[in-house]
């Protein structure tokens, strides 16, 4: 049997956008962009151009290499022409090569909201439609309201979709836009449409925390199109998960057997990732009970599950954990840590044989530092550190006597407040003792600065190491808490690397990471000469 | 048409204490206990007594007021009579109203796992349960891995339902145990079943997703108890949600016309803030998103959807936010139109007229903040400082002339390394200038420390402010980038709010947002005084 294909349409930097508390730059949109070709999405809707900088200014651009570049946008207003319509103009001038057009499917809704009648609605819906695929765009529809439309008037919700297939439409979106509809539902409405169900899609929302199971009711039903978001984020409850919503199309009976989507079980081995890097970039903490991606989605207490799924995985699995990119975890044992750890090691070309006495002084290493808070899961450079350290492979290029930084805001001579920032350090290269002093724009910037100004021998060898990125997480709540900073950095090779410091205080956390990142640094360089391969 | 009665079984104590990093004390038992009283729920399983000390306590005593109080356990082992069984007999022997056995209905499992016939499991299972209804409790039985079992062999799942209701089990529970089984396999299979269907329940596990709509999905097909816990707590990606599975069950179409449960208006109205305590005695942030009971469950961002709402609610919001005790937020943010300003600044005592100038004076001051990094959907407090300072509504408390703030990381007299923090503030209150100093654990601690050391005649108004939690999200990537920094806090009242502070310089931002958090505290105190209402 020949599999149906579905699509994939990502609504994150649109729908998502919506969300409580995020608020995505130009930067973090080429970077989401990044994250979701490398899952293999079809569609990317990058936000609403003409609706501000940020967006206006990503759509200046072709942004995707392999899914389709989707803009959002409004249908024209009624009572004036396409051309006319700014709005509609913006999105037809963008370098999207889709654009997908929001109208209202709820007849109330038109009148009530737009003040204008159901028939205008429709007719500006085709004007508009019409108008996007002659300026050669592959134009979708969200049928925003359309459950509540259709039970309230099923006529009208059906012409609707009607009219904008006819029109020209690739694809029409059916929109559950308050989340209210239940799975029955959804099923029923759709499978009563009478219409090409190839050419439809569904846009769900958590508010009964169905949209999963919406999603999956409208693909039983015969749409072909899911829209949802990266970790389900959206207004009020959040859009679809799509990290939950690929893995069961891909591996679970009822759907795996039916339909292909356009991620191959390399890219679904990615999915792990792609959620905890997007987390990363919310700078905010993954769920763990997250289905399929959650640290605890393949985690076990009880004794007796553990040795049952020692006996057969499936009890308490239903997926292996190796499908999706994630690992099971059954209460940490010395020798599952073990495992770990000489995997961990021999991917950075330190082999140990597993009864060697340092792998047992190594792991009550990294278990005390993590008890106070330290996480090498995301810095694998400071892991290294720590291994090299531990297993005596680690040569101390320099050393810290002392640091000093200060931040102080007062009026210069104009009157106006400043703030300015200096940092002292004096540190010791070999027999020389090196003492340099920065201002910066804030304190572990100006840190940042004084460290490298003079590393003596080494100076030369840092020239192309820079910071990308700088994350701080407080791990429990007030000022006073525990502080982690996760530094990334960079050189000239490409390479990437993280390095995690951890103290109460938050410029100690940063200094011990920037240390780390140069360190690490140096290594690489140095490594060959001094350590014996 | 009379309503049929659904029954709600709480495992939150037992199924849920499974949860990766949560373990319940006889304490926080007795206080859960008191809340799901609260919430109204026909069932509570308490835990396993026998199994470890907390739970043997706690069955020690009857525990529940109203709810049928219920102890967990497995049924008697093959080989030995119920009377030898000494698992079996302290669930006998306990304070339990009602005990639920646990036996697994997958005939390959009980070969595999157990280790004896699958005639020997069902014998076991028919002399377990008659013992428990001679001893006088309520029975009920977990089917262990049902549904799979059911997809392998049909005949003995079903056997093994029919023989525990001749039993004599007042329920039998059909369990999902690993989590992985669709909507449309549930009512496919629970329809199926050749009994009846009014002593049937289900327990969903959420490892796609679909815990909530698996639920739901068995009682449309006839089941009439359902298993779940608070906030959906449980192994790998947790239970069934019962936060979200009753306000659907009470308010939905499909289920509020055809079910009663024992949970009336008022107590619905509850459901909010005992999910919000539930999650604070685990220490935990709730989840925002959540569906009801989350603080962003009736949020919106969108200027067009603020206004929309304003003139039918129904559009964005599936059910009022009142009657699960939870509120509607409208957020200011970028995309924010004039209908998100009305409404925020009504909710905080400011009411202005629509085509108000100052209005647009304070829309482009907040567009004009946020485009420099500034969150305030996230920042109602200091949302509230700009719209009074831009309207001329706020008074000057108290300001700031300058500060220092400066860490050392040097070695003491003993040669070890310490870091040394200090902050020093001058403010001016009125005609009086005040000069502090303090220590701190890091920068902003002592900077927090030395700012309401001496606040002079606001001093005994701030004593009861504290602070909560502190975030910091770098916006753009490196160390020179712009910093945000969020300070929540709470006072005396039980009142939180969150303040924003944006700077290069994360000293300089961290400061202004404890700036605006003090000031917003003397607001409180001091505007029925200063501003006429």
Known sequence: MTKERLYL??????????????????????????????LGVDYIEGGYPGANVVDTEFFSQKRTRRATFTAFGMTKRAGRSVGNDPGVQ???????????FVAKAWDQQVVLAL?????????????????????????????????????????????????????????????????GTMPFEIEDIVRALPVDHARLGIHAHDDTGQAVANTLAAVRAGVRHIQG???????RCGNANLMTIIPTLALKPGFADRFEIGIDAARLHDITRISRTFDELLNRAPSRQAPYVGSSAFATKAGIHASALA?????????????????????VSQQAGKSNLLITLKRHGIELAKDDPRLDTLLRHVKEREARGYSYDGADASFVLLARKTLGMLPEFFDVENYRTSVERRHNAR??????????????????????????????????????????????QIGDLELVDFKVRILDGGTGAVTRVLVESRDGTGERW???????????????ALYESITYKLLKTEAPAQIPA
């Open 9 to 38: 349409f990502d609504t994150t930097l649109r729908d998502g956008a919506q969300t409580a508390g995020i608020e995505f730059s130009l930067e973090d949109k080429i970077s989401v962009t990044a994250l979701l070709e490398d």
């Open 229 to 235: 978001t990266l970790n389900g984020i959206g207004e």
């Open 90 to 100: 913006a999105l037809l001038d963008s370098r999207a090569d889709a654009t997908c």
């Open 311 to 331: 006996k057969d995985p499936s009890t308490y699995e239903h997926v292996p954990p190796e499908s999706v990119g994630n690992e099971r975890s059954v209460m």
């Open 115 to 179: 003040g204008i009648t159901p028939e205008e609605n429709l007719a500006a819906l085709a004007e508009t439609i019409k108008a996007g695929v002659e300026a050669g765009k592959e134009v979708l529809v969200d049928a925003e309201h359309f459950f509540d439309g259709y039970k309230s008037n099923p006529g009208y919700a059906a012409s609707f979709v009607e009219t904008a297939l006819q029109a020209g439409a690739r694809w029409v979106v059916l929109c559950d836009t308050n989340g």
């Open 498 to 512: 993280y390095t995690v410091g951890v103290s109460p205080n938050i410029i100690d956390a940063s200094f011990e």
């Open 415 to 460: 009157g106006e407040q400043i703030a300015v920032t200096e940092a002292v350090v004096k540190i010791r290269v070999g027999d020389d003792l090196l003492m340099s002093v920065a201002e910066g724009n804030g304190p572990i910037n100006a840190l940042d600065l004084a460290l490298r100004k003079d590393l003596g021998k080494y100076s030369d």
